[in-house]
């Protein structure tokens, strides 16, 4: 501790006195306008010179070029100023994913907004909290309200709450942690005394097409993956009610559903499981009904996809992820919980230095016992920036052109003589191959065409398994997931125009 009137024992380090150190205060401030610019002007610089949505260099030549760049790693022992940190944004602009460029259709990784990033800008410079109240005041009340509008739009009444998390998986996560303590709540208070020794065993169903997210939170709840119980789908790739149904039936004595996990936007199809009679099944057996619906929840936002969402309203527990279909940096993903009273139980909490009782009565209260995470950003920020400039109506006009764009892609693959469409869309993914000349090499040709489109950077395109192919044209199919809603069908006729080229050069290496 420096006394008043001494001189420091050790000298301070130059950069502890420079006045626009810290980001949020207005000399501070100042000087992140500044970078930003400058390094937007750098990554803007790098960008233009690109030719594709991946950079043209394999995973070996990147760690090579990354080896040059970082000799000493980016920790070095003495940092290189300004000038390090806008040769970083070059390189980065110059090497990472851009998701803007029209023939980037891998993933469920939309390009992020411009509101939403420069909002996130000045998140970061405050650097709130949403955990209590006096870490972030502002930042803790845009998301109670975000939460409220949201759960309003789902058509939840009064009593549901919500929480921001870091993704679907998380959001999936917390939900079946709901979801196990409220089932087995006869059984014991698992919370409080594990699962240890529990006569009863919890199972979850969910269908054969559901995320993976919800076999690892299983694993995670203690549960174990084989707590899952896998319902098949029909042809549209939605669960069979009456297969739910049999499976409910067929439950030993001992086993304890603790929830039906529906997903509204499967990851590959984008359809949508049929909610209400999954609700009234999943009611019926006395179970819990969580909507996965990390991808399709953005119908929420879209007048013309809302109804795939009808019902969603019976679900006890809803995730959506609004850093997939609202366009928003990650993360913003949102959990809803129908009954406030599930989501205090599971995670709420009081804590002496955090959020002491006599401080809740008194209204000064965070978001600390809604969540599984301590600090949290304030990712209600950007989302709020964005709707307040975009309206509802503005999102849902994106996802409707991107759900345009789907349907269009799939005429072209129908119309094309090399490709051949596995389903008709029902949100934003076409799901197709490319179908080799000889018989038997299509999952080999089909990996490989995408991955020689890696190598080239110039299309970016996703790739799955189907477990239900024709027989004869394998498993590995190709996937345009589209969220670029300025792409156009000359954007999509490129695309498929580079798959069909990278098809036959493969082709002609057999
Ligand atoms: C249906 C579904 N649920 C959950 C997730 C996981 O979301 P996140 O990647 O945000 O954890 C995904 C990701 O694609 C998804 O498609």
């Keep these: ?222 549960l174990g993956e084989d707590a899952v119980r896998t319902v098949p789908v029909d042809d549209a790739h939605r669960m069979r009610p009456a297969e739910l149904e049999r499976a409910l039936r067929l439950l030993a004595p001992n086993e304890v559903p603790i929830a039906v996990v529906a997903t509204a936007g499967t990851t590959d199809y984008g359809s949508v499981d049929p909610l209400p009679e999954l609700a009234a099944i999943a009611h019926r057996a006395g179970t819990r009904l969580h909507v996965d619906a990390a991808y399709g929840g953005g119908a929420l936002f879209s007048e013309r996809l809302r109804p795939l969402l009808d019902g969603i309203e019976a679900a006890d527990t809803i995730t959506m992820d609004l850093h997939k279909t609202a366009w928003q940096p990650a993360a913003a993903s949102v959990l809803l919980v129908r009954d406030a009273r599930d989501l205090a139980a599971a995670t709420g909490l009081r804590v002496g230095y955090l959020n002491p009782d006599d401080d809740g009565a008194a209204g000064y209260d965070g978001l600390l016992g809604n969540s599984m995470a301590t600090t949290r950003r304030a990712d209600a920020f950007k989302v709020a920036a964005t709707f307040l400039a975009l309206g509802r109506e503005g999102v849902g006009a994106m996802l409707d052109a991107c759900h345009d764009l789907a349907r269009d892609a799939a005429d072209a693959v129908e119309d094309h003589p090399r490709l051949e469409l596995t389903t008709r869309p029902t949100l934003t993914t076409v799901v197709f191959r490319y179908v080799p000349r000889a018989g038997g090499v299509s999952d080999a040709v089909n990996g490989a065409l995408r991955r020689r489109l890696l190598a080239e950077g110039a299309a970016l395109i996703g790739r799955t398994d189907v477990a239900d192919a024709e027989p004869g044209t394998g498993t590995v199919r190709l996937k345009l997931t589209l969220l670029n809603p300025q792409a156009t069908a000359h954007d999509i006729a490129e695309l498929l125009a580079a798959v069909d080229a990278a098809g036959q050069a493969v082709e002609a290496q057999l």
């Design 1 to 222: 501790m420096s006394m008043p009137g001494h001189a420091p024992l050790v000298p301070v380090p130059p950069t502890l006195l420079e006045p626009d150190l810290l980001a949020a205060d207005p000399a501070g401030l100042a000087e992140v306008g500044r970078l930003v610019t400058e390094l937007t002007r750098e990554a803007a610089g790098a960008l233009r010179r690109r030719t594709g949505p991946l950079p043209a260099v394999t995973p070996r030549e990147l760690t090579r070029l990354l080896d040059d760049e970082l000799p000493d790693g980016p920790l070095p022992a003495t940092g290189g100023g300004r000038q390090a940190v806008l040769s970083l944004a070059r390189s980065y602009a110059a090497y990472t994913v851009d998701l803007a460029d029209p023939r980037a259709a891998a993933h469920l990784q939309p390009p992020a907004l411009s509101v939403a990033a420069a909002a996130d800008v000045l998140a970061s410079v405050f650097n709130a909290s949403v955990d209590t109240w006096d870490s972030g005041p502002y930042a803790v009340e845009i998301e109670r309200r975000l939460i409220r509008s949201l759960t309003d739009l789902a058509g939840y009444g009064p009593g549901a709450d919500g929480v921001l998390t870091p993704g679907g998986t998380a959001s999936n996560l917390q939900a079946l942690l709901m979801a196990r303590d409220v089932a087995l709540r006869a059984h014991r208070d698992i919370r409080g005394g594990g699962l240890t020794g529990l006569d009863a065993r919890p199972v979850v169903h969910c269908s054969e097409l559901a995320h993976f997210s919800v076999a690892r939170a299983c694993a995670v709840l203690g």
